[in-house]
C-alpha cells in the first residue's frame, strides 16, 4: 500500500501533523458510515466512494481518503472522524 519512507514524509497539510494507516476496524467502521448515506468531507460533501484506505491525523480528528494506493492529500476531502466515531 504505502510504503514506510512515503509516510515519514507526509503531513496533514493543514497542521503538519504526521499520519499513521488507518486501522481495517477504522475503515471499516468509516465504510459503513459512506454506505448509509452519512459521510461528508471537510467541504460538506457527501461521500460516496467508499475507502480501500486512509491516513490518519495524529490527533485522530481525521482521515485523508487513500485511492487506487494514493493518499489524496486535499484538505477538502478529508474526513472529519468525530462524526464517524459517533455513528
Same mark, same amino acid.
Given at each position: &500500500? ?21 486501522? $481495517? ?5 468509516i465504510n459503513a458510515v ?11 460533501? /457527501? $461521500?460516496a466512494e467508499v475507502l480501500?484506505?486512509?491516513? $490518519?491525523?495524529?490527533?485522530? /480528528?481525521?482521515?485523508?481518503?487513500v485511492r487506487d494506493a494514493?493518499? $489524496? &492529500? ?14
Amino acid at each position: &500500500m504505502i510504503s514506510d519512507e512515503l509516510l515519514e514524509i507526509l503531513r496533514c497539510p493543514e497542521s503538519r501533523q504526521p499520519l499513521k494507516i488507518a486501522p $481495517v476496524e477504522l475503515i471499516a467502521q468509516i465504510n459503513a458510515v459512506i454506505a448509509a448515506g452519512r459521510a461528508k468531507n471537510r467541504a460538506g460533501e /457527501t $461521500v460516496a466512494e467508499v475507502l480501500e484506505g486512509a491516513l $490518519v491525523r495524529e490527533d485522530g /480528528t481525521l482521515a485523508y481518503p487513500v485511492r487506487d494506493a494514493i493518499p $489524496v &492529500m486535499l484538505i477538502d476531502e478529508a474526513i472529519p472522524l468525530d462524526a464517524i466515531r459517533q455513528g
